[in-house]
């Protein structure tokens, strides 16, 4: 034991002067400093997350913890690299500072992006817990701008520090925007068509919208700063260019507060009397019915006179915005509405059609055969051959002069003819 204490008394003055023995000992401190300072994190962060109600305590511990602790680290080594260039002159260390300034840069734009991402699981993590509804989108939004923002910012602190001009390059950056502005006029009309759409708000992630002008209708399940994404009825995905939403009308269904029920029903004018009974007890029904809001406008009255039916409309309002809900509570009031009529004593009436005749037209006597037609008021009927036409007395007028007009060798030739005929159809019968 004497031996060493009298060889480190003797060597003392070139111990303490060896560079390796300087950067150790930097080293080694730097290893106990991050242990402490990842012990006492650790320890503000259990506390807070047991104790503490707000948002930012853990949000904050949680992101420095990673970042300091590559700080720590390449301060110590910097320092340490430090050392071992003065002792040895060596140009290789002379960089030391620049890096130990642009990893000091990067870590506190890394501690900050953290921060950005643990205060958004932080905030929608505390909605959740109260009930209250979270927007992702709109929270998505502001996340990425910031975590942009930041990067943007660590860049130009990290080349102004490696000795490039920011100001210069800020110039260039504001003509070359402009050309840029021009050739990517599109992509800056669906950003700022996003940015429209996260501003107002008319519609978020889960809401079902539609557009009156555009065949546009489904669930929208993304908005990012191009375009939004819209899921069809049909399961189809619908991608739609922001800019397209600064020039057509969107519908939202999903924010309405109440469904409609509007429905037209006819009985028949044969239940015209008991139409006041029937309106007077469908009113009744819906006050009384449990699914209808009976604080909005409701309204049963007897509306119109149809072609074939006495109309009454029903105007109402249900508590559910559910589709489905909506539709057996629908069902539900119809079906009461029909029972109330069929309880009365009317029906449901259907298109129809009446066909009046007048009593004094002429119409075929009922024991008249099939080829009698009737000639006229006090005239027996005439029985005519088939294929023969039924003439009417001018006609036959007409045929009969033209008859007397044909020449009377005509007229004997043909009947001389006609007998000639009958002989040798006689003889032919004859002989078969």
């Given at each position: 034991?004497?031996?060493?204490?009298?060889?480190?008394?003797?060597?003392?003055?070139?111990?303490?002067?060896?560079?390796i023995l300087h950067a150790?000992?930097?080293?080694?401190?730097?290893?106990?400093?991050?242990?402490?300072?990842?012990?006492?994190?650790?320890?503000?962060?259990?506390r807070a997350i047991a104790s503490t109600k707000t948002l930012w305590d853990e949000a904050v511990i949680n992101a420095a913890q990673a970042p300091l602790s590559l700080f720590i680290w390449v301060s110590g080594i910097g320092l340490a690299a430090a050392v071992v260039g003065a002792a040895t002159g060596a140009?290789?260390?002379?960089?030391?500072?620049?890096?130990?300034?642009?990893?000091?840069?990067?870590?506190?734009?890394?501690?900050?992006?953290?921060?950005?991402?643990?205060?958004?699981?932080?905030?929608?993590?505390?909605?959740?817990?109260?009930?209250?509804?979270?927007?992702?989108?709109?929270?998505?939004?502001?996340?990425?701008?910031?975590?942009i923002?930041?990067?943007?910012?660590?860049?130009?602190?990290?080349?102004?520090?490696?000795?490039?001009?920011?100001?210069g390059l800020l110039a260039f950056g504001g003509i070359g925007g402009i050309a840029v502005g021009f050739a990517a006029k599109d992509l800056l009309?669906?950003?700022?068509?996003?940015?429209?759409?996260f501003l107002d708000r008319p519609f978020s992630v889960g809401d079902w919208i539609y557009s009156p002008d555009k065949e546009i209708e489904g669930v929208v399940e993304d908005i990012s700063w191009r375009l939004t994404r819209i899921r069809t009825f049909d399961k189809r995905p619908l991608y739609i260019p922001n800019a397209a939403f600064s020039t057509i009308s969107v519908v939202n269904p999903s924010r309405m507060t109440h469904r409609r029920i509007y429905e037209t029903i006819g009985i028949?004018?044969?239940?015209?009397?008991?139409?006041?009974?029937?309106?007077?007890?469908?009113?009744?029904?819906?006050?009384?019915?449990?699914?209808?809001?009976?604080?909005?406008?409701l309204i049963v009255n007897f509306n119109s006179f149809a072609p074939s039916s006495l109309d009454f409309f029903v105007y109402t309002f249900t508590h559910t915005r559910e589709w489905v809900k909506f539709h057996e509570i629908k069902q539900d009031v119809l079906l009461r509405i029909l029972r109330i009529i069929e309880g009365l004593g009317a029906e449901v009436a259907f298109p129809t059609s009446t066909v009046h005749?007048?009593?004094?037209?002429?119409?075929?006597?009922?024991?008249?055969?099939?080829?009698?037609?009737?000639?006229?008021?006090?005239?027996?009927?005439?029985?005519?051959?088939?294929?023969?036409k039924n003439l009417s007395p001018a006609k036959k007028e007409g045929s009969a002069a033209k008859a007397?007009?044909?020449?009377?060798?005509?007229?004997?030739d043909t009947g001389a003819a006609g007998t000639e005929k009958k002989a040798r159809t006689a003889r032919k019968a004859k002989s078969g």
């Open positions: 034991m004497e031996t060493i204490i009298d060889f480190l008394v003797k060597n003392w003055e070139r111990i303490i002067s060896n560079w150790f000992l930097v080293v080694l401190c730097t290893l106990i400093l991050n242990k402490l300072v990842r012990k006492v994190l650790h320890k503000l962060e259990q140009e290789l260390f002379s960089a030391v500072g620049v890096v130990r300034d642009l990893v000091g840069i990067v870590s506190m734009a890394w501690f900050l992006v953290r921060l950005v991402d643990n205060g958004r699981d932080a905030i929608i993590e505390k909605r959740r817990e109260s009930g209250e509804s979270v927007d992702l989108a709109t929270i998505t939004t502001i996340t990425k701008l910031l975590r923002s930041v990067i943007i910012t660590a860049t130009l602190v990290v080349m102004e520090a490696l000795g490039f001009s920011i100001s009309a669906n950003f700022f068509g996003g940015m429209m759409i028949r004018y044969e239940d015209a009397g008991k139409m006041e009974a029937v309106v007077r007890d469908v009113k009744k029904m819906l006050l009384k019915h449990p699914e209808i809001d009976s604080s909005q406008t005749i007048d009593p004094g037209t002429e119409r075929e006597p009922p024991g008249a055969a099939a080829g009698e037609l009737a000639r006229g008021p006090g005239l027996a009927a005439e029985s005519l051959p088939a294929g023969k007397a007009r044909r020449p009377a060798s005509k007229k004997a």
